[in-house]
């Protein structure tokens, strides 16, 4: 009889199993179903085959924020500022910071891919147990008894509409989102970095040459003043040489005030503290900055990590369109428990026959969950991933503009710069014959010092503007760089970077 009973427990068994496993088949074979649109990056707007101005229309852009950016700031030749530069992608806390998010979001995106794969896990209980006296049914009364259990639990969700794929593509996404924010808080800190540094050293020549003129000054009072013992000059003279004199002298003060203030926020971009920094005063080989071709290649904006970010959130958003979607359709889990289970009476708490044979369990439980009434939370969460879609949409061509926008504002700059400094250059030549005739008929007594002190002001406020204006073409360069990307050198043109197929940004030490 008992070998009878054991028999129909078999076959109900191998009969549920087979039931199991057939439909289990059929369900992963349809399981290749994904809801929800499928991403095509959006047009951005038109590319012309050069920056000239912002056009009309849009088309699709190939973000290329991927390919490496290289050390631009070498092309200035200045190994201060390459040293800075390093110090500053080893040490800034905010790249710190970005790179600890972006660590976040591609963590984020493991655990959305981990639902993909089958779930087990495992467990020891054990459990005293007494039951009642009053018990109305089934064993003996009063008893005491001990259940020991060693269950491995196996669980799964096919994923027939793709929701779990959805997720995972979303958080995929999100993640690379982070790794262009990280490359776009690299490149910001270089850009800042160079900008204030050659703030620093036109503020260094600045100085210089303020303290040259100051020598030129004071000897000029030491002119007068013995012109004066003499009787040639008068006290208005000598007044009108103290003031230019003193004037000068002020100007060092607040030249010193403003190289504090950039000094400081140098400091902080290389992750030291202020109080600890120096920069040496070394004036500046004010150079012609390095300037692009003329007719830069618009695909250059491509590079823009700003812009590659953006495109990737638009891709988060579709698959979470997706997402909310699979949520109107059922969901189907699987289940399997087995292990061992082994009880003993009394004070009798004997293990040995825990892991034997007849110890053995298992359950099978597959789950069909539908939605049937959801006070329409499901409509309502496909209308919001929809609209965050076309809020990303948006955010995206609005980057793109801003690009472009960036880019013709950093060029306008570089060429009217360059223009400007030409004919200041030529102001100054001829500022510079006014203060030789001046001085030369104050000499020969034929005015009064104030011609002179009029030159001596024009030509330094001319050759002090001259010397802002190098500055200023530096930082706009500096600018253009980091409006096209880092550099204006063709995608083409630089090596590609080694990878293991994983989405990261460049390391900061990586040199």
Not at 99 to 126: I, T
Not at 275 to 285: K, Y
Not at 411 to 429: E, F, K, S
Request: hydrophobic share 40%; glycine share 6%.
């Amino acid at each position: 009889m008992k070998s009878l009973v054991e028999g129909g427990e078999r076959s109900r068994a191998k009969r549920f199993l087979g039931i199991f496993w057939a439909g289990l088949s059929a369900v992963i074979l349809m399981g290749g179903c994904t809801v929800g649109p499928n991403y095509r990056r959006p047009e951005a707007t038109a590319v012309p085959q050069a920056y000239s101005r912002i056009p009309e229309g849009w088309k699709m852009a190939e973000p290329q924020a991927h390919l490496p950016k290289g050390r631009w700031w070498e092309i200035f030749g200045d190994s201060e500022l390459n040293r800075l530069e390093n110090q500053a992608q080893a040490a800034n806390q905010n790249l710190k910071a970005a790179y600890a998010r972006f660590a976040q979001a591609r963590a984020v995106a493991d655990a959305a891919r981990s639902g993909l794969f089958p779930r087990l896990g495992a467990s020891f209980q054990a459990l005293e147990q007494h039951d009642s006296e009053n018990r109305p049914v089934g064993g003996k009364r009063g008893q005491t008894y001990d259940v020991f259990t060693v269950p491995f639990d196996l669980s799964y969700e096919v994923d027939l509409w793709g929701r779990v794929r959805r997720s995972a593509e979303s958080a995929s996404a999100q993640a690379e989102a982070f790794a262009d924010d990280a490359e776009a808080v690299k490149l910001s800190i270089q850009a800042e970095a160079a900008a204030d540094y050659f703030t620093i050293r036109t503020l260094d020549a600045d100085r210089a040459l303020l303290l040259s003129t100051i020598d030129v000054y004071q000897k000029s009072l030491e002119l007068v003043r013995n012109r004066r013992s003499g009787g040639v000059a008068s006290d208005l003279d000598v007044a009108q040489a103290e003031t230019v004199l003193k004037t000068a002298r002020a100007q060092v003060s607040d030249n010193a005030l403003q190289r504090a203030k950039f000094e400081t926020a140098l400091a902080v971009l290389l992750g030291q503290n202020p109080s600890l920094f120096h920069l040496v005063e070394a004036p500046l080989d004010l150079g012609p900055p390095v300037a692009p071709d003329p007719g830069l290649p618009s695909a250059l904006l491509e590079r823009r990590p700003d812009i590659a970010a953006s495109e990737r959130r638009m891709a988060a958003a579709n698959a979470q369109i997706g997402t909310a979607t699979a949520a109107f359709f059922p969901t189907i889990k699987l289940g399997l428990t087995t292990g061992f289970w082994s009880g003993a009476l009394g004070s009798d708490r004997d293990l040995s026959t825990l892991f034997e044979k007849s110890s053995q369990f298992w359950i099978v439980n597959p789950a069909l969950i539908l939605p049937v009434i959801q006070g329409g939370q499901l409509s309502a969460n496909l209308r919001q991933a929809k609209a965050a879609y076309e809020e990303a949409v948006a955010r995206y061509r609005q980057t793109v503009l801003a690009a472009f926008a960036e880019v013709e504002s950093s060029l306008a700059a570089v060429h009217h710069l360059a223009r400007q400094y030409d004919d200041l250059r030529d102001a100054l030549v001829s500022a510079r014959t006014q203060l030789d005739v001046a001085h030369h008929r104050y000499v020969a007594g034929l005015v009064t010092y104030l011609q002179v002190a009029t030159a001596q002001n024009t030509s330094l406020g001319i050759e002090r503007s001259a010397l802002r204006l190098r500055g200023q073409q530096l930082v706009a360069t500096v600018g253009l760089i980091k409006a096209l990307g880092a550099g204006w050198e063709s995608p083409s043109s630089v090596p590609p970077k080694q990878n293991d197929g994983q989405f990261q940004p460049q390391d900061p030490n990586d040199h």
